[in-house]
């Protein structure tokens, strides 16, 4: 099409910048494999313990990465209870508020389970609790697909700097960081190599 | 991407973007609730300067489904010389802060001259201009194949597929379309029609001609994935286009005689709308190979989807 | 009248010389020395003879909203012609004796340049009577050129009565050469780009067949034909074995065709839009080896001033035409003389020698000699400059080259003795002009 805007990057990334790493950005790591680990099983336990049990339990991941912890939670919740959870996609992008201002998107799939969600207690799932603006996206995405007796929100990370009054019921990790940084979040199954969350940018240290 | 005015301003990759996009939307379209927060105080205004009720309301559905405001422009009978010109159109749609325009204008070129001329800031979706072009059908027309020949749709392109377009290419709009995306998709073309109906100049075109519809029926130009008519107007036999609306169809009309010839899952498509009789019979057109009706409920979807990708990101700005 | 020696300019190109001009005569070419003549500094500067375009649309009576006598005539001052051809397509059209000394009283009374009328050939430009030709070849205005220009004759009964009938008084018929049915609704050249457009084919077998056609009488009459803007190489071709013939046929060719191609219509900006219509580059290829074979004889600008509004608008109702006079030598320059097809003593030729030739008119592209009307145009080829049509002298505002760098200016205009542009800007017309 016209000239205005070259065509987006990949759908799987699109909030990430290319990594410059020549000494002018410096990426630091701050959750290894193990602990990536740890924090989601820990995360598991706390889903139960509140939950009392896997009973009308749907986890619901965020495209991309959030879809990938939703199915590595529902392993672990199945090993510890030995039930299966039910997992399914919710795609928000459509029902965002700044894709005005964004460079387009891609929409990805939304999936729900079988069973759909009505008078379930859908727990959403998303690699990075930010600004909060993807959260309030899913409920309302969520509303059209049916009404939920409790919606829950487990986060690998939560970076702060909220912009709406919403927080998350489980945390893997809470990361204080500066709006100048960026929270890259790597996952095996998507990205390939080691798991890894990494801080990438702002003021050198 | 900043205005749709042409199928030959699409890359591959957006292409399928848009394909890709459209099959979400689609999807969106069969839930409970099909109305999408996403161009929420966004105005669209169709521009109709000629009559086309069946593209308006595609847009239209487009448009409302994704809470865009609508506001239907109809300015035909308004003629250029006599009414008000596209320029002051133009200038009365920017004072009124439309977002996007979707036109449709009997003159080729129209929609670009809104793009280019700096009468209007807006987004330029070409609903259909003179003997240009018509892209969106095209691209509606291109969702309709990948979703009925490609098992694993989304991402993919139209590589080893064979269309042949049949019919008045000279005055289509479609097929100048098609032709181009069908070409960046990567699908093999080829052009069935009367030597009258073929644009002189079109030796570099990405396609094959023939002025034979049964030897490539039966397969002179490859295997067949689909056939895709094109609507004859009758009052072109009075320009000696050809001698006689039978004499059209019984060369150039797809009946069942021919449509029984060509390879099995082969489809049979149409922009609409049709000349039963003249260019298709009812047996073709009704028959199970006939993607007529899905490329209609498909349009509303890529519809959807050009509006989306040309409305939103408009304004730069810090992600959240 | 006032008397001026031009300094060091250089005649068709030539060594450099003085020229002195007394009471509208050359009176001497050569070193000049103390004189109480006016000094024109000219140094570096072409002379050549003023020019004389064999196709202006001056546009007056009828249309003073897109260009008047007055106005056109300074824009053909500025361009360096001493002379125009008003075209006959004006409103009422210029049919009759009376119309055509009007546009010519006009002129006159400007005093910019001369303006001759063309005489329509047939009545309203429509094709089905012949006007009263001899009439206005006796009247004042003198006209020896009759075209229906914007119109081809079609009809070959009145085209051959037309070119036989005008040789009582030794006028030319002036062909505008397109086969209307076969360019009905045609919008530009057919061919590759058209195709692709989705817009009307003007293919060039219309223009071609026409020409074809006109060459065989002119003949077989015996008479005298002129092609208006010749515009393909099969065109090109066939003027040549007509010439080869010894048939008396010349022909024009316009700058833009000699410059521009039909890629420009991708835009679908109007200001391309013309007839007939910008072609492929082959064409301009072709045209412009032509001119420089003298295949085509002249350059005349078919200078088509329209108000904005008819350009700003989608093509298809778009009006046809493209200003020239004030860049039509630049674009000789640039199309011509800097690829080396063209001297200068050839530009002469072509834009004023031959012209004034096939119109008749008998006090212009003269050499520039003593005893000589003087009628000169002075040229700075190492000029560069923007063109911009909001400062142009023509109220036409779509010239297709606007924006582009034009190669070499026109510094001075002299007509009939007197300076009509100095330093590169309008100066002062004529106040009485010879008969």
């Known amino acids: 099409m016209s000239p205005a805007r ?200 | 991407m900043r205005h749709l005015l042409s199928t030959a301003d699409l890359s591959q990759a957006e292409a399928i973007q848009i394909l890709d996009v459209a099959d979400q939307m689609a999807a969106t379209q069969k839930r409970e609730i099909k109305k999408l927060p996403t161009l929420r105080g966004r105005t669209v205004v169709n521009l109709f300067y000629e009559d086309s009720t069946r593209t308006r309301i595609s847009f239209e559905a487009a448009a409302k489904r994704l809470s865009a405001d609508v506001i239907n422009f109809s300015a035909k009978g308004s003629s250029v010389s006599k009414g008000e010109s596209l320029k002051d159109t133009a200038l009365t749609l920017k004072a009124m802060g439309a977002d996007a325009v979707v036109v449709r204008h009997s003159v080729s070129g129209a929609p670009h001259r809104l793009a280019h001329a700096g009468w209007i800031d807006g987004t330029i979706v070409n609903a259909g201009d003179g003997t240009h072009e018509h892209p969106t059908q095209a691209l509606l027309d291109a969702y309709t194949l990948r979703q009925r020949l490609v098992p694993d749709a989304i991402g993919a392109d139209l590589k080893g597929k064979r269309v042949a377009i049949v019919g008045d290419v000279l005055h289509s709009r479609v097929a100048r379309s098609n032709v ?123 519809r959807m989807a050009v509006l989306y990708l040309l409305l939103s990101g408009q304004a730069e700005g810090k992600d959240a | 009248m006032g008397s001026y020696v031009i300094k060091g300019a250089r005649p068709l190109g030539g060594p450099a010389t003085d020229i002195l001009i007394e009471d509208g005569l050359v009176t001497q070419v050569g070193p000049v020395t103390a004189s109480g003549a006016q000094v024109i500094d000219a140094d570096g500067l072409i002379a050549l003879p003023g020019l004389v375009d064999l196709h202006t649309h001056l546009r007056e009576p009828g249309r003073e909203d897109a260009e008047t006598v007055e106005t056109g005539t300074r824009a053909a001052a500025m361009g360096g012609w001493t002379a125009v051809h008003a075209m006959a397509n004006t409103d009422p059209v210029a049919d009759t004796a009376g119309v055509v000394e009007q546009v010519w009283r006009l002129g006159r009374e400007y005093g910019w340049v001369d303006v001759r009328p063309v005489g329509a050939v047939t009545v309203g430009l429509a094709g089905e009577r012949l006007a009263e030709l001899g009439a206005m070849a006796d009247s004042a205005a003198g006209v020896r050129v009759f075209s229906d220009d914007g119109h081809c004759v079609w009809d070959p009964v009145l ?118 219509p910008l072609r492929t580059a082959a064409d301009v290829q072709a045209v412009r080896e032509a001119l420089a074979d003298g295949t085509i004889d002249i350059v005349a600008t078919d200078h088509a001033p329209h108000p904005v509004e008819a350009k700003d608008c989608e093509w298809g109702v778009a ?36 012209p004034a030739r096939i119109g008749r008119v008998a006090s212009q592209g003269r050499p520039i000699a003593a005893g000589e009307p003087a009628h000169l145009t002075l040229v700075d080829p190492t000029a560069r400059w923007e063109c911009d049509p909001a400062t142009q002298a023509t109220m036409g505002r779509n010239s297709p080259v606007r924006g582009r760098t034009m190669h070499g200016r026109v510094v001075a205009t002299i007509y009939a003795g007197r300076p009509t542009v100095l330093d590169g800007v309008l100066n002062e017309a004529l106040s009485e002009v010879p008969l």
């Open chain 1, 6 to 205: 070259p065509a987006q990057s990949s759908p799987s990334a699109p909030e990430d910048p290319p990594v410059v790493n020549d000494g002018v950005e410096v990426v630091r790591a701050v959750l290894e494999p193990a602990e990536i680990s740890r924090a989601l099983s820990r995360i598991a336990h706390e889903v139960l313990e509140r939950n009392k049990g896997a009973e009308h339990l749907v986890l619901l991941g965020i495209p991309t990465r959030g879809v990938t912890l939703a199915h590595r939670l529902a392993a672990r919740l199945a090993s510890i209870e030995g039930t299966e959870v039910p997992v399914g996609t919710l795609d928000v992008t459509m029902h965002r508020d700044d894709l005005r201002r964004q460079a387009f998107r891609t929409i990805a799939r939304t999936d729900l389970p079988e069973g759909g969600i009505d008078d379930q207690i859908v727990v959403l799932v998303d690699d990075v609790l930010y600004s909060g603006r993807t959260i309030r996206a899913a409920l309302d995405a969520l509303s059209e697909f049916g009404r939920p007796r409790a919606v829950r929100l487990a986060v690998l990370v939560d970076r702060g700097h909220r912009e709406l009054p919403i927080r998350a019921d489980h945390v893997g990790k809470n990361l204080p960081t500066s709006t100048l940084e960026r929270v890259r979040v790597r996952l095996s199954e998507v990205d390939g190599g080691e798991d890894v969350v990494s801080i990438t940018g702002g003021v050198a240290k």
């Open chain 2, 180 to 302: 181009t995306l069908l070409n960046t998709l990567g699908a093999e073309v080829v052009l069935v029609t009367p030597p009258t109906l073929l644009p002189v100049g079109i030796d570099h075109w990405p396609c094959t001609t023939s002025y034979d519809l049964d030897d490539v029926v039966n397969g002179g130009h490859g295997d067949l994935d689909a056939v895709m008519m094109l609507r004859v107007q009758r009052e072109r036999m009075h320009d000696a286009f050809f001698p006689s609306a039978r004499e059209y169809s019984r060369r150039y009309g797809l009946d069942a005689r021919r449509m029984n010839r060509l390879p099995e899952g082969a489809l049979v498509m149409h922009p609409g709308p049709m000349n039963r009789g003249l260019e298709i019979t009812a047996e073709a057109a009704d028959s199970p190979r006939s993607t007529i009706v899905e490329q209609v409920a498909n349009g509303v979807a890529v």
């Open chain 3, 159 to 276: 085209m051959r009565r037309a070119l036989e009938y005008v040789k009582a008084f030794d006028g030319v018929v002036a062909q505008h050469a397109q086969e209307p049915r076969l360019t009905e609704g045609a919008q530009m050249h057919e061919g590759s780009v058209s195709a692709e457009l989705g817009l009307t084919g003007w293919p060039a077998v219309a223009e071609e067949a026409i020409i074809a056609r006109d060459v065989l009488l002119a003949g077989h009459v015996g008479s005298r034909l002129h092609v208006c803007h010749v515009s393909t190489a099969g065109s090109v071709e066939i003027l040549r074995w007509a010439k080869g013939r010894g048939i008396d046929v010349t022909a024009e060719v316009t700058p833009h065709h000699l410059l521009l191609t039909d890629e420009l219509v991708r835009s679908y900006d109007p200001v391309f839009k013309v007839n007939p």
């Open chain 3, 319 to 354: 009006s046809m035409g493209m200003t020239g006079l004030e860049t039509a030598l630049s674009i000789v320059q640039e199309a011509m003389v800097d690829t080396g097809l063209l001297t200068w003593d050839q530009v002469a030729d072509r834009m004023s020698v031959k």
